[in-house]
């Protein structure tokens, strides 16, 4: 084991009133937009740790547009490894068939019980289909949902019956986005500083965005 990585935060079960951050997202690739919305989350909501779920197969897009789950997960395990309060699951990743998010709620409930709060946590454009989204109304009974928007960001673009129940955060690193990183690969424009070094060394390495 690698002594200079941070030792992970483990989860004390026995414990009541867990709260738990659950950061779901395709991160094809992982930016640092994704990882300040996490931390700030977890300090603002008082979260024990933020576990990221790279989503398998997301339900509204084709597979063949995005990249190998394998590059995606590999990616969010270096960008969370420096983060003691960070934790990656790969349980969408070996659930066959859509991601949807209700069946990775369920098994983190399975797992943690109803004593622990469950934050569910996405960027906010990602809600506004949520009237689509499997099996919404029992989603909605079993966490709480976190939106990060941009500074600027059309509230009014969010249904109405649901702005009640999510909380949003505003976080200004969310002008970058994944789609512009890989614009800016293909056209070789510089990603330094809008994800971690080791990122833009594993999509070069890789080959990736090209
Ligand atoms: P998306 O439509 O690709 O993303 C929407 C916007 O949110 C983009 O601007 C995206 O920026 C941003 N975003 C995505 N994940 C984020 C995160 N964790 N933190 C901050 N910003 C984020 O949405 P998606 O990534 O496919 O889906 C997001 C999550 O919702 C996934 O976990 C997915 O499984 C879930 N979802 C579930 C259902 C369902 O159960 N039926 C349907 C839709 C989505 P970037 O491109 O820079 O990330």
Redesign the pocket.
Same mark, same amino acid.
């Given at each position: 084991m690698n002594n200079n990585k941070p030792e992970k935060i483990k989860t004390d079960k026995s414990k009541k009133d867990l709260r738990l951050g659950v950061?779901?997202? /395709?991160f094809d690739p992982i =930016?640092i937009? =994704?990882l300040f919305?996490a931390e700030e989350a977890r300090t603002k909501f008082n979260l024990c740790k933020v576990i990221f /779920?790279p989503?398998l197969q997301?339900? =509204?897009?084709r597979n063949d547009q995005i990249t190998n789950i394998k590059h995606r997960l590999k990616m969010t395990y270096l960008a969370t490894q420096g983060n003691p309060y960070f934790e990656v699951s790969e349980i969408e990743v070996h659930r066959p068939g859509p991601? #949807?998010?209700?069946d990775t709620i369920k098994e983190f409930r399975k797992i943690h019980g109803w004593q622990t709060d469950i934050f569910f946590?996405?960027?906010a454009?990602?809600f506004l289909?949520i009237d689509t989204? #499997?099996k919404r109304d029992e989603l909605l009974t079993l966490c709480q949902f976190v939106a990060?928007t941009r500074p600027g960001y059309d509230l009014n673009k969010l249904h109405d019956n649901f702005k009640k129940v999510l909380k949003i955060m505003e976080i200004p690193a969310?002008a970058i986005?994944?789609?512009d990183i890989r614009y800016r690969v293909k056209n070789n424009l510089s990603i330094k500083y809008i994800v971690l070094e080791e990122i833009r060394e594993y999509i070069y390495k890789h080959k990736l965005y090209i």
């Amino acid at each position: 084991m690698n002594n200079n990585k941070p030792e992970k935060i483990k989860t004390d079960k026995s414990k009541k009133d867990l709260r738990l951050g659950v950061m779901g997202g /395709v991160f094809d690739p992982i =930016h640092i937009g =994704h990882l300040f919305t996490a931390e700030e989350a977890r300090t603002k909501f008082n979260l024990c740790k933020v576990i990221f /779920v790279p989503c398998l197969q997301p339900t =509204h897009k084709r597979n063949d547009q995005i990249t190998n789950i394998k590059h995606r997960l590999k990616m969010t395990y270096l960008a969370t490894q420096g983060n003691p309060y960070f934790e990656v699951s790969e349980i969408e990743v070996h659930r066959p068939g859509p991601s #949807y998010t209700i069946d990775t709620i369920k098994e983190f409930r399975k797992i943690h019980g109803w004593q622990t709060d469950i934050f569910f946590i996405t960027g906010a454009d990602a809600f506004l289909e949520i009237d689509t989204w #499997y099996k919404r109304d029992e989603l909605l009974t079993l966490c709480q949902f976190v939106a990060a928007t941009r500074p600027g960001y059309d509230l009014n673009k969010l249904h109405d019956n649901f702005k009640k129940v999510l909380k949003i955060m505003e976080i200004p690193a969310l002008a970058i986005s994944s789609t512009d990183i890989r614009y800016r690969v293909k056209n070789n424009l510089s990603i330094k500083y809008i994800v971690l070094e080791e990122i833009r060394e594993y999509i070069y390495k890789h080959k990736l965005y090209i």
